[in-house]
């Protein structure tokens, strides 16, 4: 099968499987995740099938909706790929970025870090989605999704909590932006990455002092 036979196949694949997905890891997530990782690709030097696959395939059972479990989605992808006969080597590279791409395992001081050029795109990629307008889209659909408030001013952000904390937490939507949102712009990768969060950065910050405006009166 071609690479790009394997990336039709996957597609298609992902699209059933996350059929009825919450609004913010949906289908059209993963397609703005592959469409930001092939942009990312142009500027930096990756195996594409690697990042394309596991663009495709990064949420495929996301462990927010698996009861915090973090073994299903590798777990999926690998099955799915060996059935495809993938070579085990892209495999094996594609799980590895799935398990280490996420924001709460940057948060696990005792997680073998994994490292490599493809990882770094498809985080960057992903990371991308999370920020600006559409990042302050997803938040909120979360947040409904999850019946969580807005904001409320008496309780404050949680700026040092660990993986676990992360996890568990319900706070309010707008605490998010400070607990993980604000706080990608200076993880990014790629040089591409780094540009595009900053404009989708201050994006945030307009919007948030849009919102103490509104929520205080003063607009």
């Known amino acids: 099968m071609t690479d790009a036979a394997l990336v039709e196949e996957t597609i298609a694949f992902v699209k059933t499987t996350l059929m009825g997905a919450e609004g913010g890891h949906d289908w059209f ?32 059972a ?14 999926m992808a690998k099955e799915f790929l060996q059935g495809l006969n993938v070579h085990p080597s892209t495999i094996d590279h594609v799980v590895k970025i799935i398990e280490n791409m996420s924001f709460k395992n940057s948060l696990d001081v005792n997680k073998d870090p994994f490292t490599s ?23 909120f659909n979360y947040g409904g999704f999850k019946n ?7 309780i404050p952000p949680q700026l040092d909590m660990d993986k676990e904390t992360y996890k568990k937490s319900k706070a309010p939507t707008i605490n998010h932006f400070y607990e993980k949102l604000l706080l990608l712009k200076d993880k990014m990768n790629t040089p591409t ?18 919102f103490y405006g509104e929520w205080n009166g003063k607009h």
């Open 29 to 60: 997530h993963i397609q703005r995740v592959f469409n930001n990782t092939l942009l990312l690709s142009r500027e930096e030097e990756v195996n594409i099938l690697v990042v394309s696959l596991a663009a495709l395939l990064h949420d495929i």
């Open 62 to 75: 996301d462990p927010k909706f698996h009861d915090g479990d973090e073994t299903i989605g590798p777990k």
């Open 117 to 139: 050029k493809e990882l770094e795109v498809v985080q960057d990629a992903d990371r991308l989605d999370a920020i600006g307008a559409i990042g302050i889209a997803r938040a």
């Open 148 to 154: 969580r408030e807005l904001y409320n001013p008496d």
């Open 193 to 210: 990455g780094k540009r595009i969060a900053k404009s989708r950065h201050q994006h945030m910050l307009d919007f948030l002092e849009q």
